[in-house]
């Protein structure tokens, strides 16, 4: 893939375009830190077929995909973090860097508990792997996040302005709390994150005008 949008006239200090499917998904978070810091990228959604015939010129055989002026960048957290570090929101020191880098990935092991129930065709099999995921991944998380956030008190999980972990956050347990919305029932330091985070303006607009899709 290339970024073919040459603006004329506008200096640009990058060309961004993020390749996924028509889903949220493992792209979303991308997009809401786009959306946040008002930077242009084209959001390109493969139709139906179009990704088998891509598949096997990528990096690792699979999407999302960054193209930053040209070069391709694969994996949904190594995307976010760049995307983090390129628009300073990366914590202000090592340290809180660090702590960025933790809360996603304790996400992203969560996150990975979902794949059986998102590959699976058959509807009561798919009912019975969702309630055992949110039994046995997503409730646990959501309340061990919800001890992280009191901790740090700032309503942000690292330091006491947004990273690109709370976006990245907001992202998955917004769309938890869609498939499920007790999962957030008697946590109220999420709940208000959730709140503050889907307040923000850019990430408002984002939210009430991006492509509607299921997941």
Partial sequence: FSCQDRRVGIRMEHEYKLVYFNVMGRAEAARLLFAYKGVKYEDYRFTDGQFATVKNTLAFGQVPVLVVDGKPLSQS??????????????????????????????????????????????????KQLLHDVVESTLKPCIARYEGFLAANGTGHFVGNTLTWAD?????????WQAMNPALTTGHTHVQKFLHDVAAIPNIKHWLETRPKTSM
């Fill in 77 to 126: 957290q190594a995307i976010n973090r760049y995307l983090g570090r390129s628009f300073g929101m990366a914590g202000i020191n090592d340290w809180e860097s660090a702590q960025c880098d933790m809360y996603v990935d304790g996400v992203n092991d969560a996150l990975n508990g979902l794949v059986p129930w998102f590959r699976e065709q058959d509807p009561e099999k798919k």
């Fill in 167 to 175: 976006v990245v956050i907001f992202g998955a347990f917004s769309m």
